[in-house]
């Protein structure tokens, strides 16, 4: 769906706990361990950091953050102006797998591509440099999203590839192979932030801006059916499974990202069917 106005509508969401003047840890929940997301609740108009991060906190006191691929086991969170509470984060192992036959070309890029990756990797910083506060994501956050394609996993997040024996770097979503152009909907509500056909890394990539700073990416795309600015709904069609950049063969690479942090999509969605 098309819209040339984000007006989607933001729902709170969150563990519910007694309000009272006093500033007090919220109770968290969540997947507390790399690449998880939390949300939880606050007295609303009370501050949040994370990370060195002012998280977004709606008007209800709703808010989110996300733990990163390499997070520690523990991690603190404040409220208001001093009072720190400590989150106790799972340690995580992840999978290391090769990859052979990628063009050399991808691996090592020539000198004449630099500027050019250069050039996309500053488009995708600034669509994910929005700062969207607008409602209708979180509330789905809570009772889950929607696969934006299903079939065999191929690759999953936090995994080490090393492409013709050289370690690339760590993966930071979830691969789901499928023929080419096997059709990618909207996981959620968001508002498309960048629509590319051909990056070189990535291909066909767009982003989905949820809001509140949590994003996702969808790569290697044969076919986009979107515009920056279009504003979608969960189940809208967004394009088609590719094999476009850095790819051996058909799928879709679907990250998520909640400001510099990269989290694991596939801890959002219920098993694949």
């Known amino acids: 769906m098309r ?22 840890c919220p109770e968290l929940e969540g997947q507390f361990k790399p690449g998880g997301l939390l949300w939880g609740e606050v007295i609303p108009g009370t501050a949040v950091r994370f990370e060195n991060i002012d998280v977004p906190v709606l008007p209800d006191g709703s808010f989110v953050v996300g733990l990163g691929r390499n997070a520690p086991n523990e991690m603190d969170l404040t409220v208001g102006e001093d009072v720190v509470c400590s989150l106790n984060i799972a340690t995580r192992e992840y999978r290391i797998s090769r990859v052979e036959g990628v063009p050399q070309r991808t691996v090592t890029p020539p000198a004449e591509q630099l500027e050019r990756i250069r050039r996309e990797r500053e488009k995708v910083q600034s669509a994910k440099s929005r ?37 690339g770097n760590p993966h930071y979503g979830v691969d789901i192979a499928r023929p080419t152009g096997t059709p990618v909907y909207s996981p959620g509500p968001g508002l498309v932030t960048l629509a590319e056909p051909d990056f070189f890394y990535s291909g066909g990539t767009v982003i989905l801006d949820h809001g509140y700073g949590l994003s996702s990416s969808f790569l290697h795309m044969s076919r986009i059916d979107v515009e920056v600015g279009d504003v979608l709904e969960v189940g809208d069609l967004i394009g088609a499974i590719g094999a476009t950049g850095r790819a051996t063969g058909p799928h879709l690479d679907w990250r998520m990202s909640w400001f510099n942090q990269r989290i694991d999509p596939q801890l959002l969605v219920p098993p694949m069917p």
């Open 3 to 24: 819209a040339t106005s984000l007006i989607f509508i933001l729902t709170a969401f969150g563990s519910a706990f007694v309000q009272s003047e006093e500033v007090i």
């Open 131 to 167: 700062r969207i506060e607008n409602e209708g994501f979180l509330k789905a956050v809570k009772t889950g999203l929607s696969w934006p394609a299903t079939g065999r996993i191929s690759g999953v997040y936090g995994s080490q590839r090393f492409y013709n024996g050289n370690p």
